[in-house]
């Protein structure tokens, strides 16, 4: 859906570690020596799951949100539960 409604580049990051491994190399980052975007995150939508936030939750900390939207947020409805402690600790400009 996010195709059809917008021009954004929307990363889905799922699947095993090898998968993640290789959506990490390539999809997450311009890389190209010489563009002045080296360095910097080709997407604007980062698509995943509360599991793959809590299995890669080192890797996914580092990025500077702008906003966090949360599907099924009633499981975050509990402030002493590990995830609601988890997606609190996110770098993010909007909640």
Known sequence: EIEA??????VVFHGSEKARDMIVKHE??????????RGQ????????????IGREFERLKG??????VI??????KNKNSSMF???SQLQTAYR
Not at 28 to 37: A, Q
Not at 41 to 50: A, R
Not at 71 to 76: P, Y
């Open 5 to 10: 409604w917008t021009d954004l580049n929307c």
């Open 28 to 37: 997450f980052f311009y890389n190209n020596t010489m563009s002045k975007k």
């Open 41 to 52: 995150y080709k997407f604007h939508i980062l698509l995943t799951t509360f599991e793959m």
């Open 63 to 68: 990025i500077q949100y702008e906003t966090v």
């Open 71 to 76: 599907d099924e947020a009633h499981k975050l």
């Open 85 to 87: 402690k988890t997606m």
